[in-house]
């Protein structure tokens, strides 16, 4: 069966309507956590380096280097975050 689309009079007939939407209450916090299924364990790796010369008698020049580096951390993603305004979108209330 083809169906000859929607009338502008009434474009979204299948919606519900909106006082049968739930009410959130104030202080529920809605939130939940989403775990990929190819996840692998998350690590860190530690490194430094260092350099010693001795320049004259009784002085010495010492350098050093230290990092540390995080592979696969876990995240938070807020997946109905609000967009950060800008020139091209602004923040307008209707």
């Known amino acids: 069966m083809i169906s000859p689309g929607q009338t502008f ?8 309507p909106q006082n049968l939407y739930p009410t959130i209450q ?13 996840n692998r364990t998350p690590y860190f790796q530690q490194f430094n380096a260092s350099v010693q010369y001795e320049l004259a008698r009784n002085t010495t020049l010492h350098a050093a280097y ?3 580096r ?6 938070f993603v ?3 975050q609000a967009q950060i305004a800008s020139l091209t979108r602004p923040v307008v209330n209707g």
């Not at 104030?26 to 190819?38: E, K, V």
């Not at 995080?70 to 995240?75: E, I, K, P």
Request: proline share 9%.
């Open 9 to 16: 009079a009434n474009p979204f007939p299948t919606v519900v």
């Open 26 to 38: 104030p202080g529920i916090l809605l939130a939940g956590s989403y775990l990929d299924r190819n």
């Open 66 to 68: 230290v990092g540390t």
């Open 70 to 75: 995080g592979v696969r951390l876990y995240r």
């Open 78 to 80: 807020g997946v109905n």
